[in-house]
């Protein structure tokens, strides 16, 4: 149905990002996450809404809230930045 965050001074509401919906898994995390980088970096409320509403909406793309290959396990490698399957023992 969308997002609404209120600001102290005014209540800001954005619709819900059309998506192909897999699993809602992590969905809400992600919003927040998104919401909460976005708010860090000192944009507006509704760019906030914004992104978390697009991260929210790609989180419900994948099986479990992110891309996965069955029994490899998917991380994010944060010092380069690039997403990479785990190595087999």
């Known amino acids: 149905?969308?997002?609404?965050a209120n600001d102290g001074r005014q209540l800001h509401r954005i619709d819900a990002v059309p998506t192909d919906v897999v699993d809602t898994t992590g969905a809400g995390d992600s919003f927040i996450a998104g919401f909460l980088e976005s708010l860090a970096k000192g944009l507006k409320i509704?760019?906030?809404l914004l992104q978390g509403a697009a991260l929210g909406a790609t989180a419900c793309r994948h099986r479990g809230g992110f891309p996965q290959q069955p029994l490899q396990p998917f991380v994010q490698d944060s010092r380069a930045g690039n997403e990479r399957l785990l190595e087999p023992d």
């Open 46 to 48: 509704k760019e906030c």
């Open 1 to 4: 149905a969308g997002s609404l």
